[in-house]
């Protein structure tokens, strides 16, 4: 079941006013052209399939799942479809009224949308098996009120994939001042091992965690992908190999 446009509107009052406006404008602003980039997102979304595999296999209970995505950006900009074509019922949430929009216009029923933020979730305790955050906390200011809030609407054995900026990748300082700039989305970014932390604290148990997504030159990445080495390295746990992942990933469970 898919929340009406009346919820939707209804929910738009929960986000924080500040943090809704920017994410509505860089919604506008932000444009991509899937067709120059189809190897790029094809990469990214087989990255993204591997990972939340992992969280079905990590689950006891397999039937009638219920999944919260965080933020909407990449299905409602880039029609990203690795959360659509999941089994199970499917739940999103954005704190921007303009991706809520979009991503209604174009999924319409096979979503459930809510309109706020991750650090005042507008569902239901004990709710979700499973949450994927695919890099939203990185936008938030307040990492452990999300973190509380995933703990209380994930039901008991529930799991949660962290997806969140690798602090250590040597291109993190680009990105941070393109961001600084102006000229990349804003974000804030943690280290994971405050993240890490910061799951424990809110009542999770760690399952895994690990550095994924090279990024690198495009021609680099293309090259390694051709020769049939870049999903073992982007699977694969090498420290100077992490050193150039984009990602930092998280899997937790809720005791
Ligand atoms: C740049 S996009 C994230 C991109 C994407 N998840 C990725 O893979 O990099 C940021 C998205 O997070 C949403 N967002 C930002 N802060 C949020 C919050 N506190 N709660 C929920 N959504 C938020 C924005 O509206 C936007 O759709």
């Known amino acids: 079941m898919t929340a009406s446009n009346q919820e939707i509107s209804k929910t738009i009052q929960r986000g924080p006013d500040k943090a809704k406006i920017l994410w509505d404008q860089w919604s506008e602003k932000k444009q991509y052209n899937r067709s120059n980039l189809e190897l790029y997102y094809r990469i990214r979304e087989r990255n993204l399939l591997w990972l939340t595999s992992l969280t079905f296999s990590l689950l006891h209970d397999k039937e009638n799942i219920r999944i919260l995505k965080t933020d909407l950006w990449n299905e409602a900009k880039k029609d990203e479809r690795y959360f659509l074509d999941a089994p199970g019922s499917k739940f999103g949430l954005d704190i921007s009224g303009e991706i809520c929009r979009l991503s209604k216009l174009k999924y319409g029923e096979s979503i459930s949308l809510a309109q706020g933020s991750i650090e ?8 979700f098996h499973l949450i994927w955050d695919i890099s939203t906390i990185d936008h ?8 509380a809030e995933y703990n209380r609407v994930l039901k008991s054995g529930g799991i949660l ?12 300082p680009a990105t941070k ?10 974000f804030k970014g943690y280290l994971s091992s405050r993240v890490i932390q910061t799951c424990k604290l809110a009542g ?7 550095k994924t997504n090279i990024h690198l030159p ?18 694969g746990r090498n420290f100077l190999w992490d050193l150039c992942k984009k990602y930092s990933v998280i899997l937790c469970r809720k005791a």
């Open 218 to 235: 495009r021609f680099v990445v293309y090259s390694l992908e051709k020769k049939g080495l870049l999903e073992g390295i982007n699977q």
């Open 140 to 147: 938030c200011d307040h990492p452990e009120m999300a973190l």
């Open 120 to 127: 005042s979730i507008p569902f239901h305790s004990d709710n």
């Open 204 to 210: 999770f148990q760690i399952v895994d965690h690990f």
């Open 161 to 172: 994939l962290l997806v969140v900026e690798n602090l250590l990748c040597f291109s993190f």
């Open 177 to 186: 001042i393109q961001s600084y700039l102006g000229f990349h989305v804003p």
